[in-house]
């Protein structure tokens, strides 16, 4: 039963635009026709929506960003690079096509990709949207779709387009890496194998991209990843894309040196290769992770909320430039593209997002109009959900589910198969959450212990899906936002995905902390008890059979809402589970 004993009450008007995550029934982003302007002339706007993680099997638009230069396609409408040639003039249809202009494509992750990041402070971008600064002569396609590895991306309209309209004479920019790693069957690929075993990153490389690419005429570069942002200016190991093996409920997932992998399919297949990790890393290393914030995107205006793998249009404009700067090394024909003495971008073209808009709390007075209150416990959903398209319940659930049990499901699962999620809703990601969730206000100088039992119904084994209990200083009524501005502990699971599932969580300061590694972890048809206690000098999170977390979860969460804490159940990303034997006691 539930028992409750003596409970009180911007899009951003910027510059042209790769391992994050957004869910898995996202359409690809719509394809936006840009003209590529001269450097030095004025910097054009043109951004398109962005399918992040997992979005890899699930896009069908025909996407994609073109750009064409200035001064080679004329004043025609270049909103396709096949009506750059003007043959009105009664010219021959061979000398329409000797006068087509090159085609640059770009494919990759969200390193590379666009975004529309309406409601970021620093909104993020991809390297692929900053080449035009430093190309010539040619119409850059950007084809890069964030959260795909070098094996999902074959499952992508992006991809198809590729392969239709390559043609002679065109140049490929491949850049994979960030989600090759994921230990995630539909996405990783081994770095150890060679180029001729299945499943290694260069036989993908190789097979689906440099292959078809010469076959058309085309002339492939390789690109290896960029690092992500280290706090503690640590490059060797996962955010220099260095891995460790990884056992996990989908397999076993042999860690290794994706950089390196990927400069031997260059050397194997004699194909250039621009080391964007070496580059990179030195840079990070040098400046520190302080030196390099301000090429990184930010959700608000919060330190805390700054995204360590994607860069903002500084960043992308670096990399770009690092990307023309180890070009003018190889022999890549591609090199005749470049501008004369390109030159490293200022920092002063990064700018706040006009449309940003500080966000300020203010306590929910009302109940959601979608989820009906059960008892003392309100239903909402909240955070970075993608859209409000996807606030409903098709893709969440909150209910009463029989007598005192409530269910709580984010996503959409596959009928008859408890472990795949056919939609993925709401995350646990590193700067940002979205979840569904049963809470209730509580005065914040009350101490008190939550405690239920929970069945797990569908579960997705992915890094971001979590459920369980949670108190937080700050609660939103059915809203979609990335800039949530508060702290919670959390008594539940998380990187589920991984060799090592976090046992209890919290978010600290903006910070996601880890509660430890879980000895024991659990799958659909388990039931579970969990619990979280508040005393005065903090809270400890209990999740199932694993030890109590108290260790780093020592904060009043007092931060945002002085007056209250919002206490109460919930689930993100890919979980369905039901709550019973719920109870709030309160202690002295």
């Not at 387009?161 to 390559?166: A, D, I, P, S």
């Not at 994921?182 to 996405?187: D, G, K, V, Y």
């Not at 700054?306 to 180890?326: K, M, P, V």
């Amino acid at each position: 039963m539930i028992m409750n004993t003596h409970c009180k009450p911007l899009k951003f008007l910027t510059f042209l635009f790769f391992c994050a995550s957004v869910p898995a029934f996202l359409s690809s982003p719509a394809h936006a026709s840009q003209e590529t302007v001269s450097e030095g002339t004025q910097e054009a706007a043109n951004t398109t929506g962005h399918a992040a993680e997992s979005t890899a099997g699930n896009s069908t638009a025909d996407t994609g960003s073109h750009y064409a230069d200035e001064n080679t396609a004329g004043t025609g409408d270049s909103s396709s690079y096949g009506d750059i040639a003007d043959t009105n003039d009664g010219s021959s249809q061979n000398t329409a096509a000797d006068s087509r202009i090159p085609v640059l494509w770009v494919i990759g992750d969200s390193t590379a990709a666009e975004f529309d990041d309406t409601a970021y402070y620093y909104p993020r971008y991809g390297w692929g949207t900053q080449l035009y600064r430093y190309f010539q002569g040619v119409t850059i396609e950007n084809l890069a779709v964030s959260g795909t590895s070098s094996q999902s991306y074959l499952q992508t309209a992006q991809y198809q387009r590729l392969l239709q309209e390559m043609q002679s004479g065109d140049f490929l920019l491949i850049g994979f890496g960030h989600n090759d790693e994921r230990p995630e069957s539909l996405r990783y690929t081994n770095p150890n194998t060679s180029i001729s075993t299945p499943g290694s990153i260069q036989n993908y490389l190789y097979e689906y991209y440099i292959r078809p690419a010469q076959e058309a005429g085309v002339s492939p570069v390789l690109c290896t990843p960029i690092v992500r942002r280290d706090l503690g200016n640590n490059y060797t190991g996962a955010s220099g894309h260095i891995t460790t093996s990884q056992n996990t409920v989908q397999g076993i997932f042999e860690g290794g040196d994706y950089a390196k992998a990927i400069q031997k399919a260059g050397v194997a297949k004699s194909i250039p290769v621009l080391d964007l990790t070496k580059r990179t890393r030195e840079i990070y290393k040098q400046l520190g992770a302080q030196g390099v914030k301000n090429r990184h995107a930010h959700s608000s205006s919060r330190e805390a909320s700054i995204d360590n793998t994607h860069t903002n249009l500084y960043g992308a404009a670096c990399n770009a430039w690092l990307i023309a700067d180890e070009l003018s090394k190889t022999t890549s024909p591609l090199k005749n593209h470049l501008v004369d003495n390109p030159e490293q971008p200022d920092p002063s073209i990064l700018t706040i997002n006009p449309l940003y808009q500080e966000r300020f709390f203010n306590r929910p007075e009302s109940e959601s109009a979608q989820w009906a209150t059960v008892g003392d416990w309100k239903g909402t959903v909240f955070g970075d959900i993608d859209a409000y398209e996807y606030l409903n319940n098709v893709y969440f659930n909150l209910s009463p589910y029989g007598d005192g049990v409530l269910w709580i499901k984010a996503g959409r699962f596959k009928e008859n198969d408890s472990s795949a999620a056919e939609d993925r809703v709401g995350k646990i990601s590193a700067s940002t959450d979205g979840i569904a969730m049963y809470y209730q206000a509580i005065p914040a100088d009350r101490n008190f212990v939550l405690s239920a039992d929970v069945t797990i119904y569908h579960l997705d084994p992915n890094n971001q899906a979590s459920f369980g209990l949670m108190v937080r200083d700050d609660i939103y009524l059915d809203t979609v936002t990335s800039d949530t501005l508060g702290d919670y502990v959390a008594a539940g699971p998380l990187m589920l995905g991984s060799d090592q599932p976090w046992n209890c969580f919290a978010r600290k300061s903006g910070i996601l902390t880890s509660g430890g590694i879980a000895d024991h972890t659990y799958k659909p048809g388990d039931t579970l008890h969990m619990e979280i206690r508040k005393s005065s000098d903090g809270y400890t999170c209990t999740f199932g059979d694993n030890s109590p977390v108290s260790a780093g979860f020592d904060f009043p969460l007092t931060a945002i809402d002085s007056e209250y804490v919002y206490a109460g159940m919930f689930a993100a990303r890919s979980a369905d589970v039901t709550f019973q034997n719920i109870r709030l006691q309160f202690t002295e």
